[in-house]
C-alpha cells in the first residue's frame, strides 16, 4: 500500500462539525483544499457554515491560499459517500470512549485502506480507541487547539497498534499545511499542552471552590500576568530567566524547596452544581454582555496581533 504524499492531498474529510471539526474545516478551505463534512446532528450543515463564516475574516487576513474557497465545502449526510473521495480524515466527534471507538471503527470500513485517519481526542489514547479497527494501523491522534485555525500547535501521536508510518505521514502532512508540530513518541493522557493546562484549571476550580479567588480575579492574574510571556518563553525558559543570571539551576535549588508544599498539597476539587455555577456565573459576568461570537472575534483579532507582533505570521 502506498500513500499519497502530504503535500499531494487535495480532499480532507472532517467527521464531527462542532467547535473543534468546524474549525479544521475552516483552517482546510482556507489552505485551498476541497473538503467534505460529515456530522449525524440535525442542523450540522447550517451551524458548520456558520462556524466557517466566522472563521473566515481571521483566515483572510492572514492569507489564504492560493484556491481557497468557502464553495469548496460539501456537507455529506452519508458517512460512507463522504469517505469515498477522503485523502485524509480529521475525527472532531464529541468525547465519549466508546462513541469514538464505534465511530473510528465505522469510519475504517468505508475509508480506502490507504487513508490516514487523525482523531481530535483532548485526552484519550488512541490504544483505547483503535480496538475496534480492522486496520488501526492508520489511526493517529491529532491533537488541534480551540481556534484549530489560528493556534498553530498539532500533538501527533500513535496508539499501540498505529504504524510509525502513519505518525510521521501525519506529522509532516501537518507540517505541510502550515502546522506547528510535535511528535509525541508515548502516549501521554492529555498529551502535553493539555495536561500542563488541565493542572491549571484544576487550581483555579479548587480556588473558586474554596472562596480563594473570584473567576475575574483568575482569568486577570494569567492574561495581565504570566500569559503576557508565554507567547515569547514557555513555562520553562520562562522559569530561566525568573533566575537571574543563575538561571534555571539557580531557580530550582533556590525555590525547588519551597515548591515541594503547593507541588504535594495540591488536589482536583469535587465538581459541585455549585461550583459549576459558580464558574458559569463568574464569566456570565466577565464577559459583561459580550456573545460568544463577541468574544470569538476579539480572540482571533488578538492572536493574529501576537503572531504579527511575533513576526510568525
Ligand atoms: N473544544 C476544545 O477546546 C477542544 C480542543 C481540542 C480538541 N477537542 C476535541 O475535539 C473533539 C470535538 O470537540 P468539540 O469541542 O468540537 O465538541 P462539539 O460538541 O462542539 O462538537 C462535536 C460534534 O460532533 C457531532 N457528533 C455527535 N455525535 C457524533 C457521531 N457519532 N459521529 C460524528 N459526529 C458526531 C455533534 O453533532 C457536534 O457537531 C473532542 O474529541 C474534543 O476532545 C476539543
Given amino acids: 500500500m502506498t500513500r499519497v504524499a502530504p503535500q499531494d492531498v487535495r480532499h480532507i474529510t472532517c467527521v464531527g462539525a462542532g467547535v473543534i471539526g468546524g474549525g479544521w474545516v475552516a483552517y482546510f478551505l482556507a489552505r485551498g483544499y476541497e473538503v467534505t463534512a460529515w456530522d449525524p446532528a440535525e442542523g450540522a450543515g447550517e451551524?458548520?457554515?456558520?462556524?466557517?463564516?466566522?472563521?473566515?475574516?481571521?483566515?483572510?487576513?492572514?492569507?489564504?491560499?492560493?484556491?481557497?474557497?468557502?464553495?469548496?465545502?460539501?456537507?455529506?449526510?452519508?458517512?460512507?459517500?463522504a469517505m469515498a473521495k477522503a485523502q485524509f480524515v480529521q475525527e472532531s466527534a464529541p468525547e465519549d470512549l466508546d462513541l469514538k471507538i464505534q465511530l473510528l471503527a465505522d469510519i475504517d470500513k468505508v475509508t480506502p485502506l490507504d487513508v490516514v485517519v487523525s482523531s481530535s481526542t483532548s485526552g484519550y489514547?488512541?490504544?483505547?480507541?483503535?480496538?475496534?479497527?480492522?486496520?488501526?494501523?492508520?489511526?493517529?491522534?491529532?491533537?488541534p487547539f480551540n481556534p484549530p485555525y489560528l493556534?498553530?500547535?498539532?500533538?501527533?501521536?500513535?496508539?499501540?497498534?498505529?504504524?510509525?508510518?502513519?505518525?510521521?505521514?501525519?506529522?509532516?502532512?501537518?507540517?505541510?499545511?502550515?502546522?506547528?508540530?510535535?511528535?509525541?513518541?508515548?502516549?501521554?493522557?492529555?498529551?502535553?499542552?493539555?495536561?500542563?493546562?488541565?493542572?491549571?484549571?484544576?487550581e483555579a476550580l479548587h480556588m473558586v471552590a474554596a472562596g480563594e479567588a473570584t473567576v475575574e480575579q483568575i482569568d486577570l492574574s494569567i492574561t495581565d500576568g504570566p500569559g503576557l510571556r508565554w507567547p515569547i518563553h514557555g513555562p520553562m525558559l520562562t522559569f530561566h530567566l525568573a533566575g537571574g543570571q543563575g538561571g534555571m539551576a539557580h531557580m530550582l535549588d533556590h525555590f525547588g524547596p519551597s515548591l515541594k508544599s503547593p507541588w504535594t498539597r495540591l488536589e482536583a476539587a469535587e465538581l459541585t452544581p455549585e461550583l459549576r455555577d459558580a464558574v458559569v456565573e463568574g464569566v456570565d459576568r466577565e464577559a459583561g454582555g459580550r456573545t460568544i461570537n463577541d468574544l470569538i472575534a476579539e480572540r482571533d483579532a488578538g492572536i493574529i496581533a501576537i503572531q504579527r507582533a511575533l513576526g510568525r505570521v
Avoid: Y
Fill in 47 to 81: 451551524r458548520l457554515r456558520a462556524i466557517v463564516d466566522s472563521a473566515w475574516p481571521a483566515l483572510t487576513e492572514l492569507g489564504l491560499s492560493e484556491g481557497a474557497d468557502r464553495a469548496n465545502l460539501t456537507f455529506e449526510p452519508d458517512l460512507a459517500t
Fill in 125 to 143: 489514547g488512541m490504544s483505547e480507541m483503535q480496538v475496534a479497527c480492522a486496520h488501526p494501523d492508520r489511526m493517529v491522534v491529532g491533537h
Fill in 151 to 202: 493556534i498553530p500547535l498539532v500533538e501527533v501521536v500513535g496508539g499501540k497498534q498505529t504504524s510509525p508510518e502513519a505518525v510521521a505521514w501525519t506529522s509532516d502532512f501537518f507540517r505541510h499545511i502550515g502546522k506547528s508540530v510535535i511528535t509525541m513518541d508515548e502516549e501521554v493522557p492529555g498529551f502535553i499542552a493539555n495536561r500542563l493546562q488541565e493542572a491549571l484549571w484544576r
